[in-house]
């Protein structure tokens, strides 16, 4: 039975969740659920029983010292709770934390009661997969769902992915099943420069996510580190003649591809966007963000690049 003693009653709550591994390329998806959390002060009242989830070889649990004393942390999965206000205020159910080892379908059987007993009207699953996309574009962000009504709706594709799937995959099936609404969010990572952080890849995230759920979520220093981490990855490019030339094939292959998108329905997209922003705070000027060496062109990562949706 599930309880959630403390937890206020929730208006019109959406449920967001990323889990870390096979789903989160760059840690782009789990860190964009850590922004919303950090941002609105998050305020955990769940997590799931470590021992029914995990393997603990596979995802060991760590030690540290807290005056003096000895505690563990255990590898798991937090549910928070966040209140977005403005003009329209709502709920946020973040759920963050690593895709399990084991027993799939108990574990979203246990995030689907919550869902239920809270309230939720929609499930918003984060992920970011490894592609042939250049660091130097926007960040692909495709938004699939089960839900023919919600395609249409929010302007989403109906997904029709075959092949191996992980823990993002089987719990928007399992929403679909539970008649609960569901929409996966998937961005992008050159798969030559897949190691985390990447925070453009993340802004795009939010952005996707900020439009879909129509609230105003704040950005803090993020879009100046995608800048920084943009500027970091072009510069290490440059270095190599190899990657730079390949790098230039998928900026081609990219722009010739997407031409159809510079319609006036994308135009218009963007510059709605722009209005809502431009009373923002911009970021500050710090840049934080240096990427490590791109390897060569071809080093992917075979466990990683595949993904569904």
Not at 149 to 165: C, H, I, Q
Request: include cysteine; aromatic fraction near 6%.
């Amino acid at each position: 039975m599930i309880e959630l003693e403390g937890v206020p009653e929730l208006i019109d709550p959406v449920m967001v969740a990323a889990f870390e591994g096979w789903n989160d390329a760059g840690d782009a998806a789990s860190t964009a659920v850590a922004h919303l959390d950090r941002e609105w002060k998050g305020e955990v009242f769940a997590a799931l029983d470590a021992e029914d989830y995990y393997d603990f070889q596979v995802n060991r649990p760590t030690v540290w010292m807290d005056d003096g004393v000895r505690k563990i942390t255990w590898p798991t999965t937090r549910l928070s709770v966040v209140r977005v206000g403005g003009e329209k205020p709502r709920d946020l159910v973040l759920v963050r934390g690593i895709e399990p080892s084991m027993r799939w379908r108990s574990f979203c059987n246990e995030l689907l009661g919550f869902a239920h007993e809270l309230g939720v009207e929609l499930v918003v699953i984060l992920g970011a997969l490894l592609g042939d996309t250049p660091h130097t574009r926007p960040v692909p962000i495709s938004g699939t769902t089960s839900d023919t009504d919600l395609a249409r709706r929010m302007d989403l594709e109906e997904t029709k992915y075959e092949g191996p799937t992980g823990i993002v995959g089987v719990l928007q099936e399992a929403c679909t099943h539970a008649g609960v609404p569901a929409v996966s969010l998937w961005a992008a990572v050159p798969h030559y420069v897949s190691q985390p952080p990447n925070p453009k890849a993340t802004l795009a995230l939010l952005n996707r996510l900020e439009d879909l759920i129509e609230v105003r979520i704040p950005l803090g220093e993020l879009p100046e580190d995608a800048r920084a981490w943009q500027v970091g990855v072009d510069q290490l490019a440059a270095e190599d003649s190899e990657v730079a030339e390949y790098v230039q094939t998928l900026e081609e292959a990219r722009d010739t591809a997407e031409l159809p998108e510079a319609s006036g329905e994308a135009i218009a997209r963007e510059f709605e966007r722009y209005l809502r922003r431009r009373d923002g705070g911009g970021p500050s000027a710090e840049d934080r963000t240096r990427p490590p060496m791109p390897p060569k062109p071809g080093g992917k990562d075979e466990d990683e690049d595949s993904s569904e949706d």
